[in-house]
């Protein structure tokens, strides 16, 4: 079976580059160019010095054994929340702004669900002196007010988007709008595995250094490079993709990741995709994606403003109607629970997107001997807010 793209931009069925006509040569001058600069010498040596010396890599792969003891399994944890700007997502922004650069582009425009894409952005522009604008749903930027101010910080124009339900699907509608109006100069960073093709293989091959040094970690730490599940958060999914990389092929590790149940798959405020999507097209890919009876998108709901997407990455659309990956909804009142386990049991406070990673732990049967990879996609300073909400339920306890 083959996981990865094919010369097409294809998954199996989902992929593919629908843009409108404006926007076909940018998509197609990346296509040309992203893997000759990406297998480039110059490149990988710039981009894995800063990836090293910038954003501190390689991030710790940490077995958690209270966590462990808990659910009867080596449980290590990928510590993608260390990394500089405190996400997986600046593996992606550095190595797609070396790539703008080596293009001859001047201005850099992104979208932006719980701010960490936007904050990695802004945060590569001011490292590489560009201009960047990032659009922001009006109803995340209010739950991620931090992440807001760090974007200002670092000298980014933030554009707050009043669309649909505000939220990162709207967010993304204003950035391509934004990019048909300025096609010359101006480049994309897109978030995440989603997209016209090239950019979910671009964004998947850059965030695959956290599979790589998974490879390396458990060797060291098990004596053998391969867990028996990974696990991770997956909306669009970009830390999926990455900790899913180099063991697709390998029928050995079992797949799991964890999607926003919202309020309950079939309560109207949910995000689960998989669960409730069927094909269709959107934001220039063909996926699955929630939608009604006239194919028109369904809004998307879940406290995790990263998961807050009615699409999914047509790589792990294409994992999932493959059966290559299981697909579990993690409702929010569940992603809080794990939250709060996580930090009582291991003194770590994820971030809420994270959180439903950690939701899947509860719905599973491991083996003793069972080696289980999790994803930590990011750190929990920016949800301080919406776990203060739920603080009451959670008493000081004592396990």
């Given at each position: 079976?083959?996981?990865?793209?094919?010369?097409?931009?294809?998954?199996?069925?989902?992929?593919?580059?629908?843009?409108?006509?404006?926007?076909?040569?940018?998509?197609?001058?990346?296509?040309?160019?992203?893997?000759?600069?990406?297998?480039?010498e110059s490149f990988r040596k710039e981009y894995e010095s800063l990836l090293r010396d910038y954003v501190g890599r390689p991030s710790p792969l940490y077995l958690a054994k209270r966590l462990s003891e808990k659910y009867g399994a080596r449980i290590y944890l990928k510590r993608e929340d260390l990394n500089h700007t405190g996400a997986h997502k600046i593996n992606n922004t550095i190595g797609q702004?070396?790539?703008?650069?080596?293009?001859?582009?001047?201005?850099?425009?992104?979208?932006?669900?719980?701010?960490?894409?936007?904050?990695?952005?802004?945060?590569?522009?001011?490292?590489?002196?560009?201009?960047?604008?990032?659009?922001?749903?009006?109803?995340?930027?209010?739950?991620?007010?931090?992440?807001?101010?760090?974007?200002?910080?670092?000298?980014?124009?933030?554009?707050?988007?009043?669309?649909?339900?505000?939220?990162?699907?709207?967010?993304?509608?204003?950035?391509?709008?934004?990019?048909?109006?300025?096609?010359?100069?101006?480049?994309?960073?897109?978030?995440?595995?989603?997209?016209?093709?090239?950019?979910?293989?671009?964004?998947?091959?850059?965030?695959?250094?956290?599979?790589?040094?998974?490879?390396?970690?458990?060797?060291?730490?098990?004596?053998?490079?391969?867990?028996?599940?990974?696990?991770?958060?997956?909306?669009?999914?970009?830390?999926?993709?990455?900790?899913?990389?180099?063991?697709?092929?390998?029928?050995?590790?079992?797949?799991?990741?964890?999607?926003?149940?919202?309020?309950?798959?079939?309560?109207?405020?949910?995000?689960?995709?998989?669960?409730?999507?069927?094909?269709?097209?959107?934001?220039?890919?063909?996926?699955?994606?929630?939608?009604?009876?006239?194919?028109?998108?369904?809004?998307?709901?879940?406290?995790?403003?990263?998961?807050?997407?009615?699409?999914?990455?047509?790589?792990?659309?294409?994992?999932?109607?493959?059966?290559?990956?299981?697909?579990?909804?993690?409702?929010?009142?569940?992603?809080?629970?794990?939250?709060?386990?996580?930090?009582?049991?291991?003194?770590?406070?994820?971030?809420?997107?994270?959180?439903?990673?950690?939701?899947?732990?509860?719905?599973?049967?491991?083996?003793?001997?069972?080696?289980?990879?999790?994803?930590?996609?990011?750190?929990?300073?920016?949800?301080?807010?919406?776990?203060?909400?739920?603080?009451?339920?959670?008493?000081?306890?004592?396990?």
């Open positions: 079976m083959m996981y990865q793209v094919n010369e097409n931009g294809y998954y199996g069925e989902f992929g593919g580059a629908y843009v409108p006509e404006i926007l076909h040569q940018c998509v197609e001058e990346l296509r040309v160019n992203y893997l000759n600069v990406l297998e480039s702004i070396l790539l703008a650069r080596r293009m001859g582009k001047t201005r850099i425009i992104a979208e932006t669900g719980a701010g960490q894409h936007g904050v990695a952005t802004a945060t590569v522009c001011a490292l590489m002196n560009m201009e960047c604008i990032v659009y922001m749903g009006k109803t995340d930027i209010e739950r991620q007010y931090p992440n807001v101010e760090r974007m200002k910080m670092l000298g980014a124009t933030v554009i707050p988007v009043t669309s649909g339900n505000m939220t990162l699907k709207d967010a993304t509608n204003e950035a391509i709008r934004d990019w048909c109006c300025h096609p010359q100069d101006t480049y994309y960073i897109i978030g995440s595995v989603v997209g016209p093709h090239p950019y979910p293989d671009m964004v998947a091959r850059l965030q695959s250094v956290i599979s790589e040094e998974i490879k390396k970690q458990l060797l060291e730490k098990e004596g053998r490079n391969y867990p028996d599940y990974l696990i991770a958060c997956v909306g669009g999914g970009s830390n999926a993709a990455g900790t899913v990389y180099h063991y697709l092929d390998d029928e050995r590790v079992r797949i799991v990741l964890g999607e926003a149940g919202g309020e309950g798959i079939y309560s109207g405020k949910s995000a689960a995709t998989i669960q409730l999507g069927r094909k269709g097209i959107i934001h220039g890919s063909r996926t699955i994606v929630m939608q009604n009876e006239d194919g028109q998108i369904e809004e998307p709901y879940s406290v995790s403003a990263g998961l807050d997407y009615p699409g999914i990455g047509p790589l792990h659309a294409n994992l999932y109607a493959t059966k290559r990956a299981e697909v579990i909804a993690v409702n929010d009142d569940e992603a809080i629970d794990a939250a709060f386990e996580l930090t009582r049991t291991e003194g770590i406070i994820p971030a809420l997107e994270s959180a439903h990673a950690l939701g899947v732990l509860s719905k599973m049967r491991f083996k003793p001997e069972d080696v289980v990879v999790l994803t930590l996609s990011g750190r929990g300073d920016k949800d301080m807010q919406a776990y203060a909400l739920y603080k009451p339920i959670y008493p000081l306890i004592d396990n």
